[in-house]
């Protein structure tokens, strides 16, 4: 975290100076953490002193902690090549052959909005809670991001590679291995990050609900034996795990895409309208309900879309689905609006003041490297399990991309608008106001929108670590219990729809706030 500043001396020798200003902010938590251990202000069963974790963490270490780490790695590593060997094919298929996306890629589509949390439940149902539920998610996972970034970079191989290869009279074997795979390798390895970051976030999300071994298991035995020595030091390792990852796929594509690639326009991936897209869906709707009919599938196990319809209707009727989708909504909506609001101040106080900048985003840097739900343990023993902790975490949820996405639109604003508001001598909260808020609006709405779905997804995943009270996860993950597949389904389906609406409008809240942009540029 600490920086070097190069300087020129009296002698024209060059000095380095270290920055020290990162280090503030982790030194002084240190210090408060030390101070209120020893002063008891909290029993030491929630806040452990620091000497007890140091050890704790040097016993794991010659324990425990690397068995579990590595069962954790192992586990990913497997996923991610299954999930990145089928998105691939299955993006290159969409990519290079039309047909096919005309008739698949809709349906990808639409099961690709449902969220990997809300496919857990089901997992959970057919492939129980071992090894086979933490490779389902970790795949699930992986594919959709790959399949969308290697289909987009397939189909956006320039015109004039395809015209040489023609010219040229390369076979269809030699256009793919020369032209197309050297261009698409950039966005295929986009897809890849992706999907590390969200395959290790998902096994994390597993391994705290449902396993008997890895880094989350032990994170979760360690809350439940309320020793929370073991949670701090677990969550350490998966933050360094976190960072670590990050920089093996920097260092990769570093070394393997070394040549200049121009600046890449934001994703915008849609399925291909077309009235062939009904009937992939269609037939598979009719094979499921015969499936079911006939016997060849176990109705408790996977329910026919007759009874999933059944279910949906009577859940709305008696008020059930109803009242458990208005309850997630209303905390999702209130721990977002608070994260939002927190994560857009934040930004816009550490962009505008470079100093504060210098303290505190180095340290809320890290912190975003450990995976969201990794905090669980933790706040639940804090905060508690009820409505008020599920709250907190949601808010922790969108603080985060709401922040960070502030704090780069703000810091990369045209400095003229600073030399025009130092001419025209506006005050601060006109400056903020007339020039800075309207520069960084497109990076501000960006993270608006993905901190609208974190919300979303941070309360799904809080119902189902505290499953009391009324919500979509915690009915989900009591259907779970009781080997009730209907109301799985009904769940997977209104959660990814939930999801998708969230997007959408704040896609259009972009769109209104932002149209006098559109304007100028027409």
Same mark, same amino acid.
């Given at each position: 975290?600490? !920086?070097m500043i190069?300087?020129t001396g009296?002698?024209?020798?060059?000095?380095?100076?270290?920055?020290g200003?990162?280090?503030l902010l982790?030194?002084?938590?240190?210090l408060?953490w030390?101070v209120a251990a020893?002063?008891?202000w909290?029993p030491e !069963?929630?806040l452990?002193?620091p000497?007890?974790?140091? #050890?704790?963490?040097w016993?794991? @270490?010659s324990?425990?902690?690397?068995?579990?780490?590595?069962?954790?790695l192992?586990?990913?590593a497997?996923?991610l090549l299954l999930?990145a060997?089928?998105g691939?094919?299955l993006?290159a298929?969409?990519?290079?052959?039309?047909?096919?996306a005309?008739?698949?890629e809709?349906?990808?589509?639409a099961?690709?909005q449902?969220?990997?949390?809300g496919?857990?439940?089901?997992?959970?149902?057919l492939?129980?809670?071992?090894?086979g539920?933490?490779l389902a998610?970790?795949?699930?996972?992986?594919?959709?991001?790959?399949?969308?970034?290697?289909?987009?970079?397939?189909s956006?191989?320039p015109?004039a590679?395809?015209?040489?290869?023609?010219v040229?009279?390369?076979s269809?074997? %030699?256009r793919?291995?020369? @032209?197309?795979?050297?261009?698409?390798?950039?966005g295929?390895f986009t897809?890849?990050?992706?999907?590390?970051?969200?395959a290790?976030?998902?096994?994390?999300?597993? #391994?705290l609900?449902?396993?008997?071994?890895g880094i =989350?298991?032990l994170?979760?035995?360690?809350?439940?034996?309320?020793q @929370?020595?073991?949670v701090?030091?677990?969550?350490?390792?998966?933050?360094?795990?976190?960072?670590?990852?990050?920089?093996?796929?920097?260092?990769?594509?570093?070394r393997?895409?070394?040549?200049?690639q121009?600046?890449?326009?934001?994703?915008?991936?849609k399925p291909?309208?077309?009235?062939?897209?009904?009937?992939?869906?269609?037939?598979?709707?009719?094979?499921w309900q015969?499936?079911?009919q006939w016997?060849?599938?176990?109705?408790?196990?996977?329910?026919?879309?007759l009874?999933?319809g059944?279910?949906f209707?009577?859940?709305?009727?008696n008020g059930?689905l109803s009242a458990?989708?208005?309850?997630?909504?209303?905390?999702?909506?209130?721990?977002?609006?608070?994260g939002i609001?927190?994560?857009?101040?934040c930004g816009?106080?550490?962009?505008?003041r470079p100093?504060a900048g210098?303290i505190?985003t180095?340290?809320l840097?890290?912190?975003?490297?450990i995976? @969201?739900f990794?905090?669980?343990?933790l706040?639940t023993?804090?905060?508690?399990?009820?409505?008020?902790?599920?709250?907190?975490?949601?808010?922790?949820?969108?603080?985060?991309?709401?922040?960070?996405?502030?704090?780069?639109?703000v810091?990369?604003?045209?400095?003229?608008l600073d030399?025009v508001?130092?001419?025209?001598?506006?005050?601060?909260?006109?400056?903020?106001?007339?020039?800075?808020?309207? =520069?960084?609006a497109?990076?501000i709405?960006?993270?608006?929108?993905?901190a609208?779905?974190y919300?979303?997804?941070?309360?799904?995943?809080?119902?189902?670590?505290m499953?009391?009270?009324i919500g979509?996860g915690?009915?989900?993950?009591?259907?779970?219990?009781?080997?009730?597949?209907?109301?799985?389904?009904?769940?997977m389906?209104?959660i990814g729809?939930?999801?998708a609406?969230?997007?959408?409008?704040g896609?259009?809240l972009?769109?209104r706030?932002?149209?006098w942009? !559109?304007? #100028? %540029?027409l």
């Open positions: 975290m600490s !920086q190069l300087r009296m002698a024209g020798r060059p000095s380095i100076r270290l920055n200003w990162p280090w982790p030194v002084l938590v240190l408060l030390f020893q002063l008891r909290m !069963q929630i452990p002193a000497s007890v974790v140091a #050890e704790t963490a016993s794991l @270490l324990g425990d902690l690397l068995a579990q780490w590595g069962f954790s192992q586990h990913l497997l996923g999930g060997i089928a691939t094919l993006g298929l969409f990519g290079l052959v039309p047909a096919a005309q008739r698949i809709p349906l990808f589509y099961l690709a449902i969220p990997t949390l496919w857990i439940p089901l997992f959970m149902v492939f129980g809670i071992d090894n539920l933490k998610v970790i795949v699930k996972t992986t594919v959709v991001p790959m399949t969308i970034n290697t289909q987009q970079a397939v956006s191989v015109l590679l395809s015209e040489a290869g023609r040229m009279n390369f269809r074997w %030699q793919l291995r020369w @032209l197309v795979l050297p261009a698409s390798l950039p295929w897809g890849l990050r992706l999907a590390l970051s969200q290790w976030v998902s096994l994390i999300v597993v #391994e609900l449902a396993s008997s071994e =989350g298991y994170m979760v035995w360690g809350r439940q034996l309320f @929370l020595d073991i701090f030091v677990t969550i350490a390792v998966v933050g360094f795990s976190g960072m670590l990852m990050e920089w093996a796929a920097n260092r990769a594509y570093s393997l895409v070394f040549w200049p121009p600046a890449a326009g934001r994703l915008a991936w291909q309208a077309s009235w062939r897209a009904l009937q992939l869906p269609l037939v598979l709707l009719v094979l015969l499936a079911n016997g060849w599938i176990d109705g408790a196990l996977f329910s026919s879309p009874a999933v059944e279910r209707v009577q859940g709305v009727v059930e458990a989708m208005l309850a997630s909504l209303g905390r999702a909506l209130v721990g977002g609006a608070i609001a927190s994560g857009l101040l816009l106080l550490l962009a505008l100093r210098q505190f180095p340290t840097n890290v912190l975003r490297h995976a @969201l990794a905090w669980l343990p706040l023993a804090w905060v508690g399990n009820d409505n008020g902790g599920k709250i907190v975490f949601i808010a922790l949820a969108s603080f985060f991309p709401m922040f960070f996405s502030t704090l780069q639109a810091l990369q604003r045209n400095p003229q030399e508001a130092q001419v025209l001598r506006l005050s601060g909260l006109t400056r903020l106001r007339r020039l800075i808020l309207p =520069g960084a497109p990076g709405f960006a993270g608006l929108r993905l609208l779905i919300a979303w997804l941070g309360n799904i995943g809080a119902e189902y670590f499953s009391s009270g979509i915690s009915l989900m993950i009591n259907a779970q219990q009781l080997l009730d597949m209907p109301t799985i389904l009904c769940g389906v209104l729809i939930t999801g609406a969230l997007d959408k409008a896609r259009l972009e769109f706030a932002t149209r942009r !559109q304007q #100028e %540029q």
